[in-house]
């Protein structure tokens, strides 16, 4: 796969910013070719010709159609990353949830 543009959102960025950190240091760690980027609610209209995939926080799961009909026009999958990711600031699982959907959507 060529490089994955994982986008994370939530209200104002910084517990997506955290999440983010933790999974570029195990995308590095797992040598993936990776970008990874958290953005506040306001920017992510401004990212989405760049992502393949954009995760947003759980606290954000009732405007989930909201976000998918902004990603619609690029044909972009949006997922609500699961609570027990977003809690543990897991990265690693981030990753891989990540890239599972991203291989599962552009099949």
Do not use: W
């Not at 009732?62 to 619609?72: E, G, I, P, S, V």
């Amino acid at each position: 796969m060529a490089q994955a543009h994982i986008y994370l959102c939530c209200g104002g960025g910084l517990s997506s910013g955290f999440l983010a950190q933790k999974a570029r240091a195990a995308a590095k760690k797992g040598k993936i070719d990776a970008t990874i980027e958290a953005k506040s609610e306001s920017e992510v209209t401004q990212y989405l010709p760049k992502m393949d995939i954009l995760c947003i926080g759980p606290h954000y799961e009732f405007r989930l159609n909201a976000f998918k009909d902004m990603a619609a026009p690029y044909n972009i999958p949006v997922i609500v990353i699961p609570e027990e990711i977003y809690s543990m600031l897991d990265g690693k699982a981030l990753l891989e949830l990540a890239l599972l959907e991203i291989e599962e959507f552009y099949k």
